[in-house]
């Protein structure tokens, strides 16, 4: 595939802390002790050790996951490999309903990618997916946004719920999303990747597990391991997590208060709000999580007192009942699998930048985390119209609401647009004829000058805009043509990746697309990745 590399700095909203991170800036170095260059990954994969029986353990409870999600054999060969001393390459997301945002499929593909490297240069890694099935906000992945036909998007939200605060993989569909499913199919057409959604999506299937078995047959040829951690054994082997998480928990807390203090004195902000009776544990109670307080020495679980002692029995002899919080997350990950980095977007890295102090303490060392594949997709109809109206993706960042209008602009009869660019060129140069002159008369009137010029080149290009939208009164395609654009390039007033489903361009071209995905992840570009497919 053809490919741009757009900076992070160019896209909006893009994070200083991230933007700091991908520069290398002396800036973020102290929260990010494992260092932010991708080369002592390799390194770490060398030097990795991991305990050979909490290895065995997770390799079993992997095989037995993945079994029943309907894994392929290169999945089962990758949990082997892992048994016999492989290293795991992680990211992870949300599970999003037909597979959530494209981003999904790219956090995979990045890890993919990255395990053949690290295996090619002598080293047994594995990609690992981490199902965020604990989480509890529905609102986040009970939809997905489809684009449809004249240029429109669809989203699709299931009506299956739960308790409020219940874990997502504790809400099985019901007969709801099976008609849910026929309707995406109908936009997505007849496909690999819709069989692979009907097969998925049924009734009786929870977020968690139908979103492994989709993932598990899109990636089948790939060996890509499934890991659902709402798993009671993974609370088992995790237990040593939970209780340092207790015992030390004022200690953790200070830590994370000095390091919040430390992120808004170098001019970030902290991902999550931290308090002096804050604790990084959730217990499920009445089929939901509820946070777990610190009070004067005891704890408090809803409102229920605590005390330190009786805590730590309660997760010791019931381990399933308890839940890391989203800093705590990473941290049990790493403490389950011999992880050597973790592809995350720009939330993820920050987070890290928190949950480093966490690390250390709980377990000792900071895994490496590295930047996903950030990536736009343009098919051959939308490069096209690009490429009729002049436009780039970076264009789309700035124009608003009012992409219609520029398009317009772009087109204006021949005659009359060059005679705009004339008068454009015309009153520039007039100007700085007037300026070079003014300038050696009377150098205070320079500024009266400058603001006196932008108000006339505003007003020429405020005709420009009426004209433009006078052509745009006249053509109805103008107006098709921007919202097609807009919608699946910059939808919502975002990167295509975070909000256009991942399943409608395996969809729109098949599964081979996987493969493409997986070698571009190698290219060496530091910023967002345009894919001309």
């Known amino acids: 595939?053809?490919?741009?590399?757009?900076?992070?700095?160019?896209?909006?909203?893009?994070?200083?802390?991230?933007?700091?991170?991908?520069?290398?800036?002396?800036?973020?170095?102290?929260?990010?002790?494992?260092?932010?260059?991708?080369?002592?990954?390799?390194?770490?994969?060398?030097?990795?050790?991991?305990?050979?029986?909490?290895?065995?353990?997770?390799?079993?409870?992997?095989?037995?996951?993945?079994?029943?999600?309907?894994?392929?054999?290169?999945?089962?060969?990758?949990?082997?490999?892992?048994?016999?001393?492989?290293?795991?390459?992680?990211?992870?997301?949300?599970?999003?309903?037909?597979?959530?945002?494209?981003?999904?499929?790219?956090?995979?593909?990045?890890?993919?990618?990255?395990?053949?490297?690290?295996?090619?240069?002598?080293?047994?890694?594995?990609?690992?997916?981490?199902?965020?099935?604990?989480?509890?906000?529905?609102?986040?992945?009970?939809?997905?946004?489809?684009?449809?036909?004249?240029?429109?998007?669809?989203?699709?939200?299931?009506?299956?719920?739960?308790?409020?605060?219940?874990?997502?993989?504790?809400?099985?569909?019901?007969?709801?999303?099976?008609?849910?499913?026929?309707?995406?199919?109908?936009?997505?057409?007849?496909?690999?990747?819709?069989?692979?959604?009907?097969?998925?999506?049924?009734?009786?299937?929870?977020?968690?597990?139908?979103?492994?078995?989709?993932?598990?047959?899109?990636?089948?040829?790939?060996?890509?391991?499934?890991?659902?951690?709402?798993?009671?054994?993974?609370?088992e082997i995790a237990?040593?997590?939970?209780?340092?998480?207790?015992?030390?928990?004022?200690?953790?807390?200070?830590?994370?208060?000095?390091?919040?203090?430390?992120?808004?004195?170098?001019?970030?902000?902290?991902?999550?709000?931290?308090?002096?009776?804050?604790?990084?544990?959730?217990?499920?109670?009445?089929?939901?999580?509820?946070?777990?307080?610190?009070?004067?020495?005891?704890?408090?679980?809803?409102?229920?007192?605590?005390?330190?002692?009786?805590?730590?029995?309660?997760?010791?002899?019931?381990p399933e009942r308890f839940s890391p919080n989203v800093l705590l997350r990473p941290i049990m990950q790493d403490f389950l699998l011999p992880t050597v980095t973790y592809f995350g977007g720009p939330a993820e890295i920050a987070y890290f930048a928190q949950a480093a102090v966490v690390y250390q303490e709980v377990i000792g060392h900071v895994t490496h985390i590295r930047p996903r594949l950030s990536a736009t997709l343009i098919d051959g109809r939308l490069q096209r119209l690009l490429k009729r109206y002049s436009l780039s993706l970076p264009d789309l960042f700035h124009v608003g609401d009012h992409l219609a209008e520029l398009l317009a602009s772009k087109v204006l009869p021949g005659e009359l647009s060059a005679e705009f660019e004339k008068a454009e060129r015309g009153l520039a140069d007039s100007l700085a004829a007037v300026r070079n002159s003014v300038e050696k008369l009377d150098k205070t009137l320079v500024d009266a000058l400058d603001r006196s010029a932008r108000k006339m080149q505003y007003q020429l290009g405020k005709i420009k805009t009426k004209a433009a939208r006078a052509e745009l009164r006249k053509s109805e395609q103008l107006t098709s043509d921007a919202r097609e654009i807009s919608t699946l390039l910059f939808p919502e007033k975002n990167l295509q990746e975070r909000e256009l489903a991942g399943i409608y361009f395996l969809a729109k071209h098949g599964l081979s697309l996987i493969d493409e995905l997986i070698a571009a992840a190698g290219t060496q570009c530091p910023g967002h990745q345009v894919y001309f497919l």
């Not at 053809?2 to 973020?28: E, Q, T």
């Not at 804050?278 to 089929?287: K, N, Y």
């Open 239 to 318: 237990t040593p997590v939970f209780l340092k998480a207790a015992e030390r928990a004022a200690e953790l807390d200070e830590a994370l208060l000095t390091r919040g203090t430390q992120l808004r004195s170098a001019g970030y902000h902290e991902q999550v709000k931290v308090t002096g009776e804050s604790t990084l544990l959730f217990a499920f109670e009445d089929g939901g999580r509820t946070v777990v307080h610190r009070a004067n020495g005891d704890f408090m679980i809803g409102n229920t007192r605590v005390a330190k002692e009786d805590l730590l029995r309660h997760i010791s002899e019931h």
């Open 1 to 235: 595939m053809r490919s741009d590399c757009i900076p992070f700095s160019a896209i909006p909203h893009s994070s200083h802390l991230f933007l700091d991170f991908l520069s290398h800036s002396s800036k973020v170095e102290a929260f990010f002790p494992q260092g932010t260059h991708t080369s002592s990954v390799f390194e770490e994969a060398k030097t990795l050790i991991f305990d050979d029986a909490r290895r065995k353990r997770v390799a079993d409870v992997l095989q037995r996951q993945n079994r029943s999600w309907l894994a392929g054999e290169a999945t089962f060969r990758n949990i082997d490999r892992l048994r016999n001393g492989a290293v795991a390459v992680v990211s992870g997301q949300q599970v999003g309903l037909f597979g959530g945002p494209l981003y999904s499929v790219l956090k995979a593909v990045s890890a993919i990618r990255l395990a053949h490297d690290i295996t090619a240069q002598g080293v047994e890694a594995i990609p690992v997916f981490w199902l965020a099935t604990e989480d509890h906000d529905l609102a986040e992945v009970n939809n997905a946004l489809l684009p449809v036909s004249g240029g429109g998007v669809r989203r699709f939200t299931s009506t299956s719920a739960g308790a409020s605060t219940a874990p997502v993989a504790h809400i099985e569909f019901g007969a709801e999303i099976e008609e849910l499913v026929s309707e995406a199919c109908a936009v997505l057409g007849e496909s690999e990747a819709a069989e692979a959604l009907r097969a998925s999506y049924r009734a009786g299937e929870n977020y968690g597990s139908a979103f492994a078995k989709l993932f598990a047959r899109l990636f089948e040829e790939h060996g890509l391991v499934l890991m659902d951690p709402i798993d009671a054994e993974w609370h």
